[in-house]
Each structure stands twice: as structure tokens, then as C-alpha cells.
């Protein structure tokens, strides 16, 4: 099911940054991120990434931000049922030069998803050796609630993180 929260939304309320705007994601944004987070790196050895992450931006809404004319972060939430959904995001390597902005960004689009999609339990999942992500989840008030042992394509644990 595809849905999407209105465009001009996340470009008049997201976080004011001077040359950075949202449109809607196609899957030639991603070709065009510089990324090494990774679990991308785990999922891309036997997997075909690019489908997947188109996959999962048409199982709910997902956008693009672009700084200039490049996107430097793909996100997105995946519905799974009336009220419940998973966030995705994906940075470019320039995104992490401004982790203020990213964490305002990121407050903002978890706020807009959970009222235009109507979500009462919103959840991701992150890697337990990604320090950094952990601590950006918390910052954007998404608390642990289990481990997921042996989760990702390379067998690390994640931690499901869930915010209401």
C-alpha cells in the first residue's frame, strides 16, 4: 500500500536548513547516495539492495532530501498494519557533517509520520555495534525494547527500538 504525507508538509514543517528540500523518493536517489553505514554494507554482499529498498518505499511513504541537487538522505516509514509502522533511513556520508540538523530532521519527520499516518507504535531496528545510531535513536526518543539475536544478513543483533 502506497501513502505518502504530503510533500509540501515535510518542506514547510521538517527543520529549516538553507538549501535543503524533500520530494518524493524514486529509487535513483539511492543510486546516487555515498553511504557506508553498515548493515548496508552486510546487506549488499548477497543481496540485491536496490530492490529492496524500493521494496519497502512502496510499502508505505518515503522521501528523499536533497541538499542543492543531490540527495543526501533517502527515509521512510513501511506500514505493517492500521497504526504501526517501521522507519528506515539511509545518510549520505555529507549528511553526517551536520548531525544538529540531521537530529532535527529526523525529530521532525518521526513527528509528521506519526500524525499524517496515523501511528500509534512506530519502531526501527539498529545494529548493537552502531554507537552512533543508538544514540540518534535515543535522541529521537525511541526506546529499546528487545534484542533481536542474530538479526541482521551477517548475523550481528539489533536492537528493536520502539517509540509511542
Known amino acids: 500500500m502506497k501513502t505518502t504525507i504530503p510533500y509540501e508538509v515535510l518542506n514547510e514543517q521538517m527543520h529549516k536548513k538553507k ?28 543481496y540485491d539492495l536496490r530492490a529492496m529498498i524500493y521494496s519497502q518505499s512502496q510499502l508505505g511513504a518515503a522521501a528523499t532530501a536533497f541538499q542543492g541537487n543531490r540527495p543526501i538522505a533517502i527515509f521512510g516509514v513501511v506500514l505493517f498494519w492500521g497504526g504501526v509502522g517501521e522507519m528506515w533511513s539511509i545518510f549520505d556520508n555529507r549528511a553526517r557533517e551536520y548531525p544538529a540538523s540531521m537530529l532535527r530532521c529526523g525529530s521532525s519527520f ?55
Open 110 to 164: 518521526v513527528d509528521i509520520a506519526m500524525r499524517y499516518l496515523h501511528l500509534h507504535r512506530l519502531q526501527i531496528t539498529v545494529r548493537t555495534d552502531d554507537i552512533r545510531a543508538i544514540r540518534y535513536a535515543q535522541a529521537l526518543k525511541f526506546e529499546t525494547e528487545t534484542v533481536l539475536k542474530k538479526y541482521g544478513p551477517d548475523k550481528v543483533d539489533y536492537l528493536l527500538m520502539t517509540r509511542f
Open 19 to 46: 538549501g535543503i528540500f524533500y520530494l518524493p523518493f524514486v529509487i535513483e536517489h539511492f543510486d546516487q547516495l555515498d553511504t557506508d553505514q553498515p548493515e548496508l554494507i552486510a546487506v549488499a554482499r548477497g
